[in-house]
């Protein structure tokens, strides 16, 4: 008998950013993607409980992560840290000169409507260039899915996440600018 997964609560969830690269092996990682241009390298992971993005540049790197409140992370060069919940904007520019801007929200929706959104995000998932569903918590329950879109440009990209929580009736969104 296989045991489904199940997500942390959403209400752990937090934002961080990195001006270093943070380690795999901190992570369980269930699909993975990389993104080469003469400026930069970028590299996508999705996880467990959210995904890590890191940037780098021969100037620096920075690494978004969303994981659990309590995941271990270093705390070396942590630029910012921040709980995912409601709508939020949050930009900084790093001594490096890479600059970074965000907008990341939490939803709690009814079970009803959070069915209805599942269904349309299952279809984005099959679109996606990145994306991972998780097997189900039970056999009646919906899967927990995460994926990722990139917009690529020759000095930046646009990353677009949406992971699901249907413990919690809950979808958390990223969209976050990487510009060297």
Not at 61 to 78: M, N, Q, W, Y
Request: aromatic share 10%.
């Amino acid at each position: 008998m296989s045991v489904g997964f199940v997500r942390p609560n959403v209400s752990e969830l937090q934002l961080h950013v990195f001006e270093r690269s943070v380690h795999p092996e901190l992570f369980e990682i269930f699909a993975a993607g990389i993104v080469q241009q003469p400026k930069f390298l970028a590299r996508f992971q999705i996880c467990d409980e959210g995904h890590t993005v890191e940037f780098r540049t021969p100037s620096g790197i920075l690494t978004e992560v969303v994981a659990a409140k309590g995941h271990t992370l270093p705390e070396r060069f942590e630029v910012f840290q921040r709980r995912v919940k409601g709508s939020r904007d949050e930009s900084l520019r790093c001594q490096n000169g890479l600059a970074y801007s965000t907008s990341f929200q939490s939803e709690r929706l009814s079970p009803e409507a959070f069915l209805a959104l599942h269904d349309e995000l299952l279809q984005d998932c099959e679109k996606a260039p990145l994306s991972y569903i998780f097997p189900p918590a039970n056999r009646l329950a919906p899967a927990a899915l995460s994926y990722l879109q990139v917009d690529v440009w020759p000095n930046s990209i646009l990353v677009h996440t949406c992971h699901t929580f249907p413990a919690d009736c809950a979808i958390v969104k990223t969209q976050s600018l990487f510009e060297v």
